[in-house]
């Protein structure tokens, strides 16, 4: 009988490809307990290995070197809660320059990087919730970032829609969706990308009762400014506060500049806001925050000026888990 039962686990993760103590449990219709002392004996003697951690935990045939990384999204079956989290947060730009979402880009990911997919993708998803805890109501909260930053903060809050990058697995799917857009100048892909953000700037206009919008002007001069692209195609009803970028016998980019001080003075000294009308709340809005100077002193200024009530909210489509380096590329 135990070895009828251990073919059975087998033939089962077999053709599925991996399986879970609930799978096993459910497909032989015995106790999870009965199952695993089967399945500690099939660890014991080498014919599967265990990956993950509880409550997490699979069962894979135990093949010498990696996980096939050749299994096909359609054939290898995985964990529905694993695998959406993957459809709706991984993108992969291939060297082709080719656009592979969810599964089938993480899938293509993997196989480049020689990497088992099932315990790449459980890793995957486990640093996604890492960061997670950082988000309030689908936005990343930024203060702790900037708290950590500077002495003096002039925003009264501010929000990242995600991070830029995150550990070993690089650019998010936003990320890479801003840095293509930027570099490529293809109006397709920003349109794309507003498309994306449009719904979570109006809520948080709705949300605050914003009554003035303000975009942080660009610095590297480009034919297609995304930023220009960006307040242009949101259509929105709200009055734009004019923020402008003065014009220096050399142009120095905030991601050039290493040193805090430097970005500190460097926003300081080359951001203007040109207004005199008065609002209750203000949003303003960055591509991408890496040190955050740039916006608190844009924040700075709207406060010495006395032309905002009440709060000001920072947005930055992206932005930095800490550091300043990791948005050099956009």
């Not at 993950?52 to 996980?67: C, E, M, W």
């Not at 970032?145 to 550990?167: A, G, H, M, P, R």
């Amino acid at each position: 009988m135990q070895t009828n039962t251990n073919e059975k686990i087998l033939s089962y993760i077999t053709v599925k490809g991996q399986a879970s103590i609930n799978d096993l449990s459910n497909h032989l219709g015995i106790t999870r307990q009965a199952i695993h002392k089967q399945v500690n004996r099939l660890l014991d003697i080498g014919k599967i290995q265990k990956i993950g951690r509880p409550p997490k935990v699979f069962y894979l045939i135990n093949k010498t070197g990696t996980i096939d990384v050749a299994i096909t999204p359609n054939t290898l079956e995985v964990d529905l809660g694993l695998k959406k989290a993957i459809n709706e947060n991984f993108m992969f730009i291939t060297p082709l320059g080719q656009k592979k979402l969810g599964w089938e880009g993480f899938a293509e990911w993997c196989k480049k990087r020689n990497l088992p997919i099932f315990k790449t993708a459980i890793n995957y998803v486990s640093t996604l919730q890492k960061y997670d805890k950082f988000r309030v109501n689908g936005l990343i909260d930024g203060m702790n970032k900037l708290k950590n930053t500077f002495d003096q903060i002039y925003v009264d809050k501010i929000f990242y829609l995600d991070f830029y990058s995150i550990e070993r697995f690089g650019k998010t799917k936003l990320g890479q969706e801003l840095l293509y857009a930027k570099q490529s100048q293809d109006k397709k892909l920003i349109k794309d990308l507003i498309e994306v953000v449009r719904p979570r700037i109006n809520e948080l206009i709705r949300d605050y009762k914003i009554d003035g919008v303000g975009f942080i002007p660009p610095t590297v001069k480009r034919e297609i400014q995304f930023m220009k692209e960006l307040e242009k195609n949101l259509h929105l009803k709200t009055r734009i506060i004019k923020i402008s970028k003065a014009k220096t016998e050399i142009a120095i980019p905030q991601k050039t500049l290493s040193k805090l001080p430097d970005r500190i003075e460097n926003a300081k000294n080359t951001i203007f806001v040109e207004e005199n009308s008065t609002y209750n709340n203000i949003l303003l809005i960055d591509d991408a925050v890496g040190s955050g100077a740039t916006i608190n002193e844009t924040a700075a200024q709207i406060k010495r000026k006395g032309i905002c009530k009440n709060k000001i909210i920072g947005l930055s489509i992206t932005g930095s888990f800490k550091g300043f380096d990791i948005i050099s590329e956009v």
